[in-house]
């Protein structure tokens, strides 16, 4: 299995951010935290700075299984607005390739246009830009290769959604178990 990159801008959800790193690495998956912005250490919505692996300029992302994109804002605007960002979202859509966003990030996939004819939910409020797409409202979502999820109380559910993507159910159920979930 390749990597998943999660992409960080000042002003994420930590939450988000920091359930998917966690729950991705206990499931055995290799993850990377790729800073789209100069510096690699980014503040998030509430303060909390993090080093991030590499620079998104330093990257070349030819071992990516997933891209993954956090809410909270405005990193998710700064990551919606990120010009090679979203040359590599649209090169991943039109390859098949697994993409997952989460609570206002889903906007970036949305103004792409990359959830045209698809389910998808977000942040109350950010469905406005998900262009085309059948809004659901739901935790989570997952239509294809593309996950979204509502938002931070989505977290877990969404972090666990993309191991069942990339791991399966059993891996699913024993990080569930691990983690006093069930």
């Known amino acids: 299995m390749g990597t998943v990159y999660v992409f960080f801008a000042d002003g994420f959800e930590e939450m988000e951010a920091f359930a998917a790193v966690d729950i991705l690495k206990r499931a055995g998956v290799k993850v990377q935290m790729v800073t789209v912005t100069d510096d690699e250490i980014v503040r998030g919505a509430h303060g909390v700075p993090v080093l991030c692996d590499k620079n998104f300029a330093n990257?070349?992302?030819?071992?990516?299984?997933?891209?993954?994109?956090?809410g909270g804002l405005?990193?998710?605007?700064?990551?919606?607005?990120?010009?090679?960002?979203?040359?590599?979202?649209?090169?991943?859509?039109?390859?098949?390739?697994?993409?997952?966003?989460?609570?206002?990030?889903?906007?970036?996939?949305?103004?792409?246009?990359?959830?045209?004819?698809?389910k998808a939910t977000c942040y109350p409020g950010f469905d406005k830009y998900l262009e085309g797409a059948?809004?659901?409202?739901?935790?989570?979502?997952?239509?294809?290769?593309?996950?979204?999820?509502?938002?931070?109380?989505?977290?877990?559910?969404?972090?666990?959604?993309?191991?069942?993507?990339?791991?399966?159910?059993?891996?699913?159920?024993?990080?569930?178990?691990?983690?006093?979930?069930?």
């Open 74 to 118: 405005p990193g998710a605007t700064t990551l919606s607005e990120h010009a090679d960002l979203g040359k590599l979202l649209v090169r991943f859509a039109d390859a098949g390739k697994n993409i997952a966003a989460i609570c206002a990030a889903p906007m970036a996939l949305g103004k792409l246009g990359l959830l045209k004819g698809k």
């Open 59 to 70: 990257c070349d992302f030819f071992d990516a299984e997933m891209l993954v994109l956090p």
């Open 134 to 182: 059948e809004y659901t409202g739901n935790m989570v979502e997952k239509d294809g290769n593309i996950i979204t999820g509502k938002g931070p109380g989505a977290c877990m559910k969404f972090a666990l959604a993309l191991v069942e993507h990339l791991c399966g159910k059993e891996k699913v159920k024993e990080l569930e178990e691990a983690m006093c979930l069930r």
